[in-house]
Nanobody, 121 residues
Framework: QVQLVESGGGLVQSGGSLRLSCAASGFTFSGYWMNWVRQAPGKGLEWVSAINSGGGSTYYSDSVKGRFSISRDNAKNTLYLQMNSLKPEDTAVYYC??????????????WGKGTLVTVSS
């Protein structure tokens, strides 16, 4: 079965950095786009970043562009999110999600349980 396990969250001061990891299993990791999505306390889900199956194309929300970097290691079945210049508003639970293209539409069909990132001011 598909499993996505995030790690690397924690408490960091404003301006600091963290690197999140997502270990994937149960599917052909190299064949799928992958995503990071976050949920701040009391708020809805916010898509953060996506990467295509080969890792050559990356996409970011305006809120993190220039500060976060998504990458993947298909040999290790692992997705990463390097987060720099962190701000208190980046505080959220960060989820790894498997992407799925169906008939030209893109969605996410499997999610991890998330890892909490807290940025103190």
């Amino acid at each position: 079965q598909v499993q996505l396990v995030e790690s690397g969250g924690g408490l960091v001061q404003s301006g600091g950095s963290l690197r999140l990891s997502c270990a994937a299993s149960g599917f052909t990791f190299s064949g799928y786009w992958m995503n990071w999505v976050r949920q701040a306390p009391g708020k809805g889900l916010e898509w953060v970043s996506a990467i295509n199956s080969g890792g050559g194309s990356t996409y970011y929300s305006d809120s993190v562009k220039g500060r976060f970097s998504i990458s993947r290691d298909n040999a290790k079945n692992t997705l990463y999110l390097q987060m720099n210049s962190l701000k208190p508003e980046d505080t959220a639970v960060y989820y790894c999600a498997k992407g799925l293209w169906v008939g030209g539409s893109y969605g996410m069909d499997y999610w991890g349980k998330g890892t909490l990132v807290t940025v103190s001011s």
